[in-house]
């Protein structure tokens, strides 16, 4: 049976008390984000860079905090998320990246003068979180084609704008796409593949137009893990057409797609360190890779199911 993504919390009204409030300098939403900030009269707002923000996050932490607020992208709300997740403290959001995909999952308002109403309201959500080794991931983890892709897009991004440099990037990957050979191990039972890419969502995910890769609503917890097949680039491409026009579960029926959810697993590769995409940010990561979920590890303020 299908059960939600995220749980209902009741929790203390903060409207009255200060929200430490964490603000990137170097984000290009900063400035925007401070007014906002100070308008709001309700926060105590602490301006740090990306480095050490989850330090100081932790501190807060530390010195009692119940609730913290972090203004800027999916990638600095990741970084809030690994200080807080497990600890019971919420994290409430203002969203200052391009997509904002973590606040758009969870109904999070977007606009920043409800999203500080929002921040200082009286419930929360608890969600769960992916972690790779150490690292945690709220949204998504890949490696193969998709890694390719995230590096020429943010490169060509500065010089023709996110929209061209996506496209173009989508072009480029096809193009240069290689194989790789991937031993998956699940519930001590080894898949082998030869694959372009390995995707896992947190919670259970869809390939059909329009929500592509949108979680599905109220749909099962775990690691929804999917493996393209085979390299062929026609093959691939009629696996993502197949998906998109009838959902993950219709492509799956053919070879093209592996796709299961799990609440662990292990990717071998056959290398000791492997360029990954965690939540869109490159890093390399020791192997093999070793996947769990976390169930209700991060309370979210005005977070939504799903």
Do not use: W
Not at 93 to 116: K, M, Q, S, V
């Amino acid at each position: 049976m299908a059960s939600p993504v995220t749980k209902p919390v009741a929790t203390a009204r903060a409207e009255d008390a200060r929200v430490v409030a964490f603000l990137n300098r170097a984000a290009g939403s900063a400035e925007a984000a401070r007014k906002a900030l100070e308008s709001a009269d309700a926060f105590d707002i602490r301006e740090t860079d990306a480095e050490s923000m989850t330090r100081q996050i932790s501190e807060a932490v530390d010195s009692g905090s119940k609730r913290v607020l972090v203004c800027g992208g999916d990638g600095t709300i990741a970084s809030a998320a690994h200080a807080l997740a497990g600890t019971g403290v919420e994290l409430a959001i203002l969203p200052g990246g391009t997509l904002n995909h973590f606040a758009r999952d969870y109904h999070i308002p977007t606009d920043l003068a409800e999203a500080l109403t929002a921040a200082r309201g009286d419930a929360s959500a608890e969600i769960d979180v992916g972690y790779v080794g150490d690292r945690l991931f709220l949204n998504t983890f890949s490696v193969g084609m998709y890694v390719g892709y995230v590096r020429t897009r943010d490169r060509l991004e500065k010089r023709v704008g996110y929209r061209l440099a996506s496209l173009l990037a989508v072009l480029r990957t096809f193009i240069r796409m290689y194989p790789m050979h991937v031993e998956l191990e699940v519930d001590g039972k080894v898949r082998r593949y030869k694959t372009a890419l390995v995707f896992v969502g947190v919670g259970e995910r869809e390939l059909k137009a329009p929500k592509l890769g949108a979680r599905i609503e109220s749909g099962r917890h775990g690691l929804h893990v999917m493996i393209v097949e085979g390299r062929r680039r026609a093959r691939l491409v009629a696996m993502v057409m197949a998906a998109a026009a009838r959902g993950v579960e219709h492509a799956a029926e053919g070879d093209a797609l592996d796709s299961f959810l799990v609440e662990r697993c292990t990717i071998h590769l056959g290398r000791r360190r492997a360029p990954v995409a965690v939540d869109g940010e490159i890093m390399s990561l020791p192997a093999p890779l070793e996947l769990r979920v976390e169930r209700n590890a991060l309370k979210v303020v005005a977070a939504r199911c799903p």
